[in-house]
């Protein structure tokens, strides 16, 4: 366990990459881009299967299945 004035590397990493974008779906078969445009990355499909959520191997996203969706 950390003391309280322990500092941990997101702390005091100051380049340290953001969490994640998380969006919320409602459909188990999700698409993605990266955002499109100059910034983004080829369109690539993903099927989340029995999990309610599923990660982009090209930018992190996170998809995650809205409560109460059937994920049709």
């Not at 366990?1 to 500092?7: A, D, G, I, L, W």
């Not at 459909?27 to 100059?38: F, L, P």
Request: one cysteine or more; proline letters at 7%.
């Amino acid at each position: 366990m950390s003391s309280p004035t322990e500092k941990t590397l997101v702390d005091t990493a100051p380049n340290a990459l953001p969490a994640p974008e998380v969006i919320e779906v409602t459909s188990k078969r999700v698409m993605c881009d990266g955002g499109g445009g100059a910034l983004g990355h080829p369109r690539v499909w993903y099927d989340m299967g029995d999990d309610g959520f599923v990660e982009c191997g090209y930018c992190d996203r996170r998809f995650v299945l809205k409560d109460g969706a059937d994920g049709h």
